[in-house]
């Protein structure tokens, strides 16, 4: 069943007054782990469709050597679609009804505003390139999530967004700051959901990798 926050504007606490509010680092990586395994499994099957149906008739075409401007080409724009696909996927999803990715609803999380509130897709936009700048100080951005008062990253700050357990945030607009009733929403540590899908990723990937060597 979808989640939709109906939040009052009111400004929501920080992690010390609601501590089972905001999703933790840990709890935030996972859900990242199992978006980037779609995503990666969706970009495997396009550069598969790519190599069977660009590179291999070519080749087979009786040249011997395939056109290195127009494959170059070609990659470029696998890689642009690639990306602009990465971007509709989290600003979509965070800016929709369910208010988060498959990822995050994995693992009963959403994104809202800073008063719990949907945002729209121009706010979900920002926080998405806002992660560029997370990333290039060194994924500093990102560990700000471990930290700061609402768990926020560089770019939740950047966006005004915050990233809580849905569960928690029905609690907080119930008038129930203790979080108890969030307590179903997080049967585990973030650390070792974290765990178990970095696992997840690396038992997926590296059959991935040894096919694409394969074909290489």
């Known amino acids: 069943m979808e989640y939709t926050s109906t939040s009052s504007a009111q400004a929501l606490p920080d992690h010390l007054h609601a501590p ?3 999703a933790g680092f ?13 995503l990666g499994a969706a970009a495997f099957v396009l550069y598969m469709l790519f190599v069977f149906v660009v590179i291999v008739p070519t ?3 009786g040249g011997r050597h395939l056109n290195d401007a127009a494959v170059g ?3 470029l ?3 642009l679609a690639f990306i602009v696909a990465q971007w509709l996927y989290f600003a979509l999803c965070e800016s929709s009804a369910w208010q988060a990715t498959p990822g995050k609803m994995a ?8 008063y719990g509130r ?4 121009g706010q979900a936009t920002g926080r998405y390139f806002g992660k560029i700048l997370s990333s290039f100080i060194f994924d500093i951005g990102f560990m700000m999530a471990g930290w700061t ?5 560089l770019h939740d700050l950047m966006a005004s967004c915050c990233v809580v357990n849905k569960s928690g945030l029905a609690a907080f607009e119930r008038g129930e700051l203790d979080g108890n009733a969030a307590q179903a929403g997080a049967p585990m540590p973030g650390w070792a959901i974290a765990l178990i899908a970095v696992g997840g990723l690396f038992f997926t990937v590296v059959p991935v990798v040894a096919i694409l060597a394969a074909i290489a």
């Open 149 to 153: 008062a609402r768990k926020q990253a």
């Open 59 to 61: 080749a087979a075409s």
């Open 118 to 121: 949907r945002i729209g897709f």
């Open 77 to 79: 724009l696998f890689w």
């Open 73 to 75: 080409a070609s990659m």
């Open 26 to 38: 840990w709890r935030r990586f996972a859900a990242y782990i199992i978006d980037m395994l779609i």
């Open 20 to 22: 089972l509010l905001h």
């Open 107 to 114: 693992l009963n999380l959403c994104v809202t505003d800073t």
